[in-house]
């Protein structure tokens, strides 16, 4: 999953969100020195990350994109799959999704000091093109593609994924519900026993 499932995946709890978001910028062991909670936010988004790898039905999704994509495939359905939790976000949130991600950013601006290097870095970038909203449209999507694909030095091609997003979109968008059903009630239990 990508960054917006796994802000959402944390529930209400900040330190948690915070922990989830920055989690693939902080590498092994370097989570002990943060507090607790954003601790076991990072540690919540290697479990979240460990049980997607792994399911089926994601594994059916990266398959159908493999023979063009190759190893970028997973990472590419990451993507699509925020795609589809943003498309769909008032039936999974009370709350707008363009309030949920302001709320979002400024709570990251608020504990700027906590984000490792590579967050700040990024972070500004994030909030001006406003990615998590562009989640929500085939448009946004292809630009957070384009963009990831420039980080590839193009050799992914990442940004014409928004092809089979189109060609397949039901089918993708039927994985994802599936998906995301198991994923919510595997986050419960490991919340709980954080």
Not at 40 to 69: C, M, Q, W
Not at 118 to 128: D, G, S
């Amino acid at each position: 999953m990508n960054y917006l499932a796994h802000i959402y995946l944390s529930g209400e709890d900040e330190q948690l969100k915070i922990g989830n978001f920055i989690a693939d910028s902080v590498k092994g062991s370097k989570f002990i020195g943060f507090p607790e909670k954003v601790k076991n936010g990072i540690i919540l988004h290697r479990a979240i990350d460990t049980f997607t790898d792994s399911h089926p039905v994601v594994k059916k999704s990266v398959h159908r994109l493999f023979p063009v994509y190759s190893h970028y495939s997973a990472v590419i359905i990451d993507i699509l799959y925020d795609h589809f939790l943003a498309a769909n976000w008032s039936e999974y949130s009370n709350v707008p999704l363009e309030k949920y991600v302001a709320e979002f950013y400024e709570l990251l601006n608020e504990n700027f000091e906590l984000l490792p290097k590579r967050v700040k870095h990024f972070l500004p970038y994030m909030i001006r093109d406003n990615w998590l909203l562009n989640y929500a449209t085939i448009e946004g999507i292809g630009k957070i593609l384009f963009q990831m694909d420039q980080r590839t030095k193009n050799r992914s091609q990442m940004q014409l994924a928004t092809t089979e997003l189109k060609l397949y979109y039901s089918e993708f968008e039927e994985e994802f519900r599936s998906f995301f059903t198991d994923l919510e009630n595997f986050c419960s239990e490991e919340i709980a026993k954080l």
